[in-house]
């Protein structure tokens, strides 16, 4: 429906998402056009999800492992989600 939205930024998509909940709260928007605001809002909400779910999987987590000879060496491991 949106099409443009998936081609924005998380921090662009926030901005657009603060305006328009600011827009929404003032009351002085026809419902027409409040409808359609909120339908808005809902899929840039949907898309900074999208956005913050694909980042946290390409986080990695640095931890100590045990080498053979007895010392210690650093390894990347998955992000987990606890």
């Known amino acids: 429906m949106f099409e443009d939205i998936k081609n924005l930024g998380f921090e662009e998509s926030m901005a657009e998402l ?4 600011k827009k929404m709260e003032c009351g002085d928007v026809k419902l027409s056009e409040s409808v359609g605001l909120y339908e808005r809002g809902i899929a840039l909400k949907n898309h900074c999800e999208k956005i913050l779910k694909e980042a946290k999987l390409k986080i990695e987590k640095i931890q100590l492992k045990p080498t053979p000879d007895g010392g210690q060496d650093f390894e990347t491991v998955p992000f987990d989600e606890k």
């Open 18 to 21: 603060d305006s328009i909940i």
